[in-house]
């Protein structure tokens, strides 16, 4: 009989209060520790985690239980969670075979480059984030076919969807943290719709109400009848066109019929006795990752220890180089050769770290970009009883993307198009720098620093992380990874903990609030870095295989739930 520990590390009790009687209404238990035998999922909403162990225990594999809870967050986690979006899944099969699913959004036909910028070419405020115009066309759906096609157990397309349409049919109860995004972006949502929907409220939303979504289950009871053509082709495939036509954006049915998901070779590298597995291009995620990683590999920072100033200093000065790189080197593999073989290569980040000083911060304009990309995205982590493993991220961009809700089919779509370079050498919404790699062209995907990973030890599955986080997500993997492998924390500890951040520019180390002892702040500062303290960082998912079962972490910074056997 399999054994099923857990262990409530730090239980979340989201308590609704009535607002006429102060009655509780409502309770989520969030599990951000379980230790297993078997399976485990970690997703950032504990409806969706509920409802992809399900899929396990039903016996479905790694894949149908991502598929049934990247639909679930498309309904309760709509801040991230999407059909109208796009994202990467890194596969690991039963056997150990890795693949990589790219189903990012792509630049409609009609995009160019200079789209978003006014006679003077200047960039236009908010023309790339709010509206119709900012939408790429989505993926989510097509990719999600795409893993159903290639590792489904279960062969039930229906049974998968099924859980997805009781939860929009019936509704699901708001947290507080969910209730509060919500209201804060009613102005939005009203500037960026001709039309009313579940996303605008008369009132305000309160913690505890039961949220609805009956379009939305409309329309995932096409895409449940219809698989991918359910949204790309028909009424739903209608209603965007009709959207944009009403709103000024520019996808076209024919942009929409001619999306198609693509499988790609996986960044693949070695780590010491480790080796990693994260995304390919147009991702950013895995090259960097890889830079990063070789980067500190020959310095004793395990003897340094966890967030001694000296490993905090090698770390960052390892992703201000990467990060250079990243502007200039990294776009859609379909348009730009972008040099990976090189980029990954050891002897390449040994030669780019030739100018790390242990004693004195790097200057941003000293480091060139040498001669050859809200953070409102969403990760989950799934294991197996057979030992199969997804790590899958998906966004809408920023919070609830471009804040247009497609009328009559009841989802948001996404604002990616603000991942490309609008104006080559100006910063995104995330600060990220572009060059001519990731400009805006028609078909084309937009670059991203979403980083789902897979981390082997001598040829056994050891991790599977992501995050989101924008471009803080690849400096969150990097942590959580070094946090384990380098400091031997725990897994908890190596997610729980305060996190930092550079990437290039600007020329700051960004800090959570009451991140680090103030001797070591000191320390960084008189190296030279500027601290800046922020929010918090990333959103991990992280789960771990070793001789004592499986350990699956839900990260303490949101409503995120563990759930497994």
């Known amino acids: 009989m399999t054994k099923h520990t857990i262990f409530l590390l730090a239980s979340c009790f989201l308590i609704a209060i009535s607002c006429k009687n102060q009655e509780a209404i409502q309770v989520?238990?969030?599990?951000?520790?379980?230790?297993?035998?078997?399976?485990?999922?970690?997703?950032?909403?504990?409806?969706?985690?509920?409802?992809?162990?399900?899929?396990?225990?039903?016996?479905?594999?790694?894949?149908?239980?991502?598929?049934?809870?990247?639909?679930?967050?498309?309904?309760?986690?709509?801040?991230?969670?999407?059909?109208?979006?796009?994202?990467?899944?890194i596969y690991r099969d039963s056997s150990g075979q890795v693949s990589a699913l790219d189903f990012r959004e792509k630049a409609p036909r009609r995009a160019f480059q200079d789209m978003y910028l006014d006679s003077d070419m200047n960039i236009v405020k908010?023309?790339?984030?709010?509206?119709?115009?900012?939408?790429?066309?989505?993926?989510?759906?097509?990719?999600?076919?795409?893993?159903?096609?290639?590792?489904?157990?279960?062969?039930?397309?229906?049974?998968?969807?099924?859980?997805?349409?009781?939860?929009?049919?019936?509704?699901?109860?708001?947290?507080?943290?969910?209730?509060?995004?919500?209201?804060?972006?009613?102005?939005?949502?009203?500037?960026?719709?001709m039309n009313t929907s579940d996303f605008i409220s008369r009132k305000s939303f309160k913690a505890g109400q039961l949220f609805t979504q009956k379009d939305l289950a409309n329309t995932l009871r096409l895409i449940q009848s219809n698989g991918a053509d359910g949204f790309y082709k028909g009424l739903v495939a209608e209603d965007i066109i009709e959207c944009m036509e009403l709103q000024g954006g520019i996808i076209t049915a024919e942009d929409l019929e001619n999306y198609t998901a693509k499988w790609r070779d996986p960044i693949a590298f070695d780590y010491k006795e480790y080796r990693v597995f994260s995304m390919s291009p147009p991702s950013s995620g895995g090259i960097v990752l890889a830079q990063l990683l070789n980067g500190i590999e020959p310095y004793p920072i395990s003897d340094w220890g966890f967030q001694d100033p000296r490993s905090i200093h090698l770390m960052v000065e390892a992703e201000k180089r990467a990060f250079a790189d990243r502007s200039v080197h990294l776009g859609d593999?379909?348009?730009?050769?972008?040099?990976?073989?090189?980029?990954?290569?050891?002897?390449?980040?040994?030669?780019?770290?030739?100018?790390?000083?242990?004693?004195?911060?790097?200057?941003?304009?000293?480091?060139?970009?040498?001669?050859?990309?809200?953070?409102?995205?969403?990760?989950?982590?799934?294991?197996?009883?057979?030992?199969?493993?997804?790590?899958?991220?998906?966004?809408?961009?920023?919070?609830?993307?471009?804040?247009?809700?497609v009328d009559g089919a009841g989802f948001i779509l996404n604002n990616e198009m603000d991942d490309f370079s609008s104006k080559v050498g100006e910063p995104n919404f995330y600060g990220l720098v572009g060059a001519e790699a990731n400009k805006i062209e028609a078909e084309k995907r937009m670059l991203s620093s979403m980083t789902p990973t897979i981390v082997e030890k001598d040829g056994k599955l050891f991790m599977i992380v992501g995050t989101p986080g924008g471009s803080t997500i690849i400096t969150s993997v990097l942590q959580t990874i070094v946090n384990v492998i380098e400091f031997d924390l725990d897994l908890v500890d190596a997610v729980h903990n305060c996190r930092?951040?550079?990437?290039?520019?600007?020329?700051?180390?960004?800090?959570?609030?009451?991140?680090?002892?103030?001797?070591?702040?000191?320390?960084?500062?008189?190296?030279?870095?500027?601290?800046?303290?922020?929010?918090?960082?990333g959103r991990v998912e992280a789960i771990m295989i070793d001789e004592n079962g499986i350990s699956a972490v839900a990260d303490n910074r949101g409503d995120d739930d563990a759930r497994g056997k």
Request: charged share 20%.
């Open 28 to 89: 989520y238990e969030t599990q951000k520790l379980i230790e297993v035998d078997s399976m485990a999922v970690v997703t950032a909403h504990p409806e969706a985690s509920k409802i992809g162990l399900e899929i396990l225990e039903q016996g479905g594999n790694a894949v149908d239980a991502a598929i049934a809870t990247n639909f679930a967050l498309a309904v309760c986690y709509p801040i991230a969670g999407n059909i109208g979006g796009g994202g990467f899944m």
């Open 126 to 193: 908010d023309a790339s984030t709010l509206g119709a115009l900012a939408a790429g066309v989505p993926g989510t759906v097509a990719g999600m076919e795409a893993a159903f096609l290639k590792g489904s157990r279960l062969k039930d397309w229906t049974k998968l969807l099924q859980p997805a349409i009781d939860l929009a049919e019936n509704g699901f109860k708001l947290t507080s943290r969910q209730a509060k995004n919500l209201n804060n972006n009613q102005r939005k949502f009203r500037k960026a719709n």
């Open 333 to 405: 593999p379909d348009f730009y050769t972008v040099p990976v073989d090189t980029l990954i290569s050891k002897d390449y980040t040994l030669k780019r770290m030739e100018t790390y000083d242990p004693d004195k911060a790097s200057l941003i304009d000293s480091i060139s970009t040498s001669t050859l990309e809200s953070e409102e995205t969403t990760h989950f982590s799934i294991i197996d009883q057979w030992g199969g493993a997804v790590s899958v991220t998906t966004t809408l961009n920023t919070a609830f993307g471009s804040k247009v809700v």
């Open 500 to 537: 930092f951040h550079h990437q290039w520019k600007p020329e700051f180390v960004f800090l959570e609030d009451g991140c680090l002892p103030n001797d070591t702040r000191k320390a960084l500062s008189a190296l030279g870095h500027k601290l800046k303290s922020r929010s918090s960082i």
